[in-house]
């Protein structure tokens, strides 16, 4: 989860520094990205017709509070849950609520975030609900393969334009569109740490599309895909973030880390 008012992207830039972690550091990474993989898989597993998303989101702590993890987003800026759930237009941020409850014919996206041993693990994943149009399942499909494209171009010595091209290619080929008002970002001590992540590459935007990866760079890398136009809106909630056109939207992230052998997931699940 990355939330960006509108000044709130031209404050995170001044902060250029990107920290690098120690393969120790990584080991502890990659531990508290299996708390965080192993609590969106049981939440995955707990989807369908007639859950409410609080129960899953329960679901979703228990497993990281028995690993001895806090959740990453409770309380991050007063965050009421442990998960985000995003039901067919929400790209991002759904609160989690005993009113919501998921139907046959859905797409659900689980974002979580787990904290453990000073570290955090960032992940997210979008599961169709029995059947769903094609365009639906489509959509999946791409956003998944656009998080692949973007992970396999996480490379030590490209630029981290890399990317976002790679993400953008994918899913503009298949005719969807990517969210540009939020963003996947670096990843450590600090759940969202600099460098920002786009999901597109526009000329100039944003001075770390030219950092060079280096091994010890740790990235959230989560491409948002829209049916539909790229625009998004906030309900009166502050946090639910909708396709402003009403399209579906699907998201996927993993929490990477940039090594001498190629981008290592972190956030792998079984
Ligand atoms: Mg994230």
């Known amino acids: 989860m990355r939330r960006l008012g509108a000044n709130g992207m031209r404050e995170y830039r001044k902060r250029i520094v990107v920290m690098r972690k120690s393969d120790k550091e990584i080991e502890l990474m990659a531990q508290a990205g299996a708390i965080t993989g192993a609590a969106l898989q049981a939440t995955l597993d707990a989807l369908r017709p007639g859950v409410t998303t609080a129960e899953v989101d329960k679901i979703a702590e228990q497993v990281i509070r028995d690993a ?6 409770k309380g991050f800026r007063g965050y009421p849950a442990s998960t985000c759930i995003e039901i067919n237009d929400v790209v991002v941020h759904g609160i989690p609520s005993e009113d919501v409850v998921v139907e046959e014919g859905d797409i659900v996206g689980v974002d979580v975030g787990a904290y453990f041993e ?15 149009s094609d365009e639906a399942r489509d959509l999946i499909s791409v956003t998944e393969a656009s998080l692949r494209a973007g992970i396999d171009a996480a490379q030590a010595g490209n630029r981290l334009k890399a990317i976002p091209m ?17 963003l ?7 759940m969202h740490e600099p460098p920002q992540v786009p999901n597109y590459y526009s000329p100039g935007e944003f001075p770390d599309y030219e950092l060079q990866l280096r091994p010890g760079i740790v990235l959230a890398i989560e491409p948002m895909v829209n049916v539909g136009g790229v625009a998004v809106t906030v309900d009166s909630d502050g946090w639910t973030t909708r396709t402003a056109d009403g399209s579906l939207s699907a998201h996927f992230e993993h929490t990477i880390a940039v090594t001498k052998d190629g981008p290592r997931i972190l956030t792998a699940r079984d």
């Open 68 to 73: 001895g993890a806090v959740p990453s987003f």
């Open 166 to 182: 790679a993400i953008q290619e994918c899913v503009e080929a298949a005719g969807f569109s990517v969210v540009r008002q939020l």
């Open 118 to 132: 000073g570290f955090h693990g960032d992940t997210a994943a979008t599961l169709a609900i029995g059947d769903v």
């Open 184 to 190: 996947g970002h670096g990843i450590g001590r600090q």
